[in-house]
């Protein structure tokens, strides 16, 4: 045991960096305000790894034995090949940012089994195999093609311009695990949040009484602005000071009314 314990400790400060990640998803946000929590503790966010782990075990063992059956093995392709079909196209969106940290993971995987019931499919194996290779490259095709927020950009002003002191505004609330993606050190330093109306009114009176201003993340497609109820409530009780534009993206400084 003491052994084992000397081999993982020098992983340690990776597993709590990853569950310190884990506890900023917006998903882990809502299971902790519905169990009337403020904060997952690291023994909840292990016992739900673990829970994930059994949950790719029991998958794992099924997908192991029903193959064996043609006759499962034929349902079971009926059900996986639209899957990833379906999986494939949702890749180009630029959306579903948590599905993606961890379909890119075992995608390797998921292609090798496709391509093995492929294999084994017993008719009309060619036709299916070069529809597969056809969604395929048109997905790759559409994930270069279709336009990205420009979070990249977004984070890089936020962590060269903007004072420490200043509070920062996300919303929807989703949009922080892209922030979080490509500024994981700055947005823990920033203490940036995201929520419900109230907690952004919370967050205004906190800022009010340290003489700090608000920084708000807005979304720039589909709909006109204010495209968030953060926006709406900040247009509305505080003091727009400018806006800069990024693609699909602005990011609006707020200061108190006087």
Excluded: C
């Excluded at 279709?146 to 962590?159: C, I, L």
């Amino acid at each position: 045991m003491g052994g084992a314990w000397w081999l993982f400790r020098p992983f340690l400060p990776h597993l709590l960096r990853l569950l310190d990640q884990i506890e900023g998803v917006y998903i882990f946000g809502r299971l902790a305000r519905g169990l009337g929590v403020e904060t997952l503790s690291g023994g909840m966010l292990l016992a739900g790894l673990a829970g994930v782990g059994a949950g790719i075990v029991v998958a794992a063992a099924v997908l192991w034995r029903a193959p064996r059956h043609p006759a499962w093995r034929q349902r079971l392709g009926w059900v996986a090949l639209p899957a990833f079909a379906l999986t494939t196209l949702l890749l180009a969106l630029p959306r579903f940012y948590t599905i993606k940290r961890i379909l890119v993971v075992g995608w390797p995987y998921v292609v090798l089994l496709v391509a093995w019931m492929v294999g084994a499919w017993p008719r009309r194996r060619a036709r299916l195999a070069a529809g597969l290779l056809l969604l395929s490259l048109l997905a790759a095709g559409a994930t270069v093609l279709t336009p990205k927020d420009d979070w990249r950009g977004v984070t890089a002003y936020v962590g060269a311009e903007i004072p420490a002191s200043d509070h920062l505004w996300i919303d929807p609330p989703w949009n922080t695990i892209p922030y979080n993606y490509y500024q994981p050190l700055r947005a823990a330093e920033r203490g940036r949040r995201a929520g419900s109306t109230e907690e952004l009114a919370t967050l205004a009176n906190e800022a009010r009484a340290q003489g700090a201003d608000i920084w708000l993340v807005s979304e720039r497609f589909g709909g006109p602005p204010p495209t968030s109820a953060g926006e709406a409530w900040l247009d509305a009780h505080w003091q727009l000071v400018e806006s800069i534009p990024f693609y699909r993206l602005e990011l609006r400084h707020y200061r108190p009314p006087p």
